[in-house]
């Protein structure tokens, strides 16, 4: 069956149980998978590199390689699929889950088709030329600058506003350190967020694990009773969905790509890496270098004009993707190289060769897909004169019942004897084979010296 034909006679929802459960792919790169998916299905087929076959191996792990280069969609639609089993009662599988494999193998370079690739480079090169801002229309303005006065504070009750300092302040002085609800707030630490919510108009979204001792009905009739700044928008109380902070923010924050906001915890034991996360000293609470931090965080989107925000919905989104991309890209390039490492033995000197040769494929499957520099073709070209030559070295199969002309006139050097080809009819095939090896073993190192150092610009 040719390539493009599974992807006609499968079903999307069924092709993902394959790159979901063999191949581990997240559900965030369904949406991409996808639309790889349909593109594929709609391509036309192309005479001039239709004429290979696609050769594919299938492990009993349920895992699919691919043999040689892996070449782009635009390539593949036309070809035949060429299946060799590990097993002999082994059976081919079904259009749904080979559709998957042949889905994931080929977006070895990046979830996107060969087309999608040069247009989301065209529209790259657009952008970093059009300057700083773009015009939108009227009603896109309202809704951009609509969303961004929405600001969030993810805040954290124990060692941010019930600071260590003010509750040994109250035991020495003899008063009071709780009430009904818990221990009783900083007064400088509550003047201090009352100014980043003044400032900012941000809403809290209480992150503290009050939340779960005391519900979110207390602590908002808590917040109301004691006076505090602000309005609670929201609790965190773990629950089976979201059991963690770090998950309920991810979850509050998902999508939203003007969303300033800040998260004050004194534990950076979640979410360090977040660009809003500020870690408050517990003894202190929230400091006035904190406020202002979070003043200028929360802030940071009033003063632009809105025609900017088009430059930072396509920087977010491009971003994105792109760590979409990474990421699947480096899980591929593991299992890429996987089956040779694990075939590697280190009293074999021809698998250097091997594994030079996998380089080589993976290279010449890259510079086919991104297309990326003018004379690519005549470098892939002399990187598949290499393999071949490779080939030749490592190949154990005989020339026996065939015949290969191979000059004998030089044996000599290549080590070998004229006699061994004038005297020994019997042997001739096998010497003639052995001297074929010995050139191609040479001329494969001058082919690399002349070019390798260019390949890799």
């Not at 060429?82 to 994931?104: P, Q, R, S």
């Not at 406020?291 to 088009?310: G, M």
């Not at 792109?322 to 390039?333: A, F, L, P």
């Not at 005989?398 to 290969?404: A, D, L, Q």
């Amino acid at each position: 069956m040719k390539y493009q034909e599974y992807f006609k006679q499968s079903d999307f929802a069924e092709v993902w149980k394959t790159l979901y459960g063999i191949y581990q792919e997240p559900d965030e790169t369904r949406p991409l998978y996808q639309t790889v998916y349909q593109a594929v299905r709609e391509i036309e087929e192309d005479s001039s590199h239709s004429n290979k076959k696609i050769y594919v191996r299938l492990g009993s792990n349920g895992n699919m390689h691919i043999k040689g280069a892996p070449d782009p969609q635009e390539w593949l639609v036309g070809r035949e699929v060429k299946i060799e089993f590990c097993y002999k009662d082994m059976k081919e599988k079904d259009v749904n889950e080979m559709a998957g494999h042949l889905l994931y193998w080929s977006t070895l370079y990046g979830i996107k088709t060969q087309k999608m690739q040069k247009e989301g480079f065209s529209k790259w090169l657009e952008y970093t030329s059009r300057g700083p801002f773009y015009t939108l229309p009227n009603n896109d303005i309202d809704r951009i600058a609509e969303s961004i006065m929405v600001k969030h504070i993810f805040l954290d009750f124990d060692g941010v506003l019930n600071t260590e300092q003010y509750q040994a302040q109250l035991a020495i002085e003899g008063k009071p350190t709780k009430d009904e609800y818990g221990p009783l707030f900083d007064p400088k630490a509550v003047a201090r967020l009352s100014e980043i919510i003044k400032a900012t108009n941000a809403e809290i979204f209480v992150i503290s694990s009050w939340g779960d001792v005391i519900g979110e009905d207390k602590i908002i009739e808590m917040w109301e009773k004691r006076g505090l700044p602000g309005k609670i928008q929201s609790v965190f109380v773990p629950d089976e969905k979201c059991d963690t902070k770090a998950n309920w923010i991810k979850r509050c924050i998902d999508w939203q790509i003007f969303l300033p906001y800040i998260i004050l915890e004194d534990e950076p034991i979640f979410m360090p890496e977040q660009e809003g996360f500020i870690k408050v000293n517990p003894v202190t609470g929230i400091s006035k270098e904190d406020a202002e931090i979070s003043i200028d965080i929360l802030n940071r989107f009033d003063n632009l004009p809105p025609s900017a925000f088009k430059d930072i919905a396509y920087e977010k989104e491009s971003d994105r993707v792109g760590r979409i991309n990474t990421e699947s890209c480096d899980r591929k390039k593991l299992k890429y190289w996987k089956k040779t490492i694990i075939e590697d033995e280190a009293y074999d000197w021809s698998w250097n060769f091997t594994i030079l040769r996998k380089k080589l494929e993976y290279n010449i499957g890259y510079y086919r897909f991104t297309q990326r520099y003018v004379g690519w073709e005549k470098d892939v070209e002399r990187m598949e004169l290499a393999c071949r030559l490779m080939n030749i070295v490592t190949g154990d199969y005989s020339i026996y019942g065939t015949y290969t002309y191979v000059n004998t006139s030089n044996c000599s050097r290549f080590g070998m004897k004229s006699s061994e080809f004038e005297d020994d009819e019997e042997f001739l095939d096998v010497h003639k084979n052995d001297l074929r090896k010995e050139k191609a073993y040479q001329l494969v190192w001058t082919v690399l010296r002349q070019n390798m150092k260019r390949w890799w610009d």
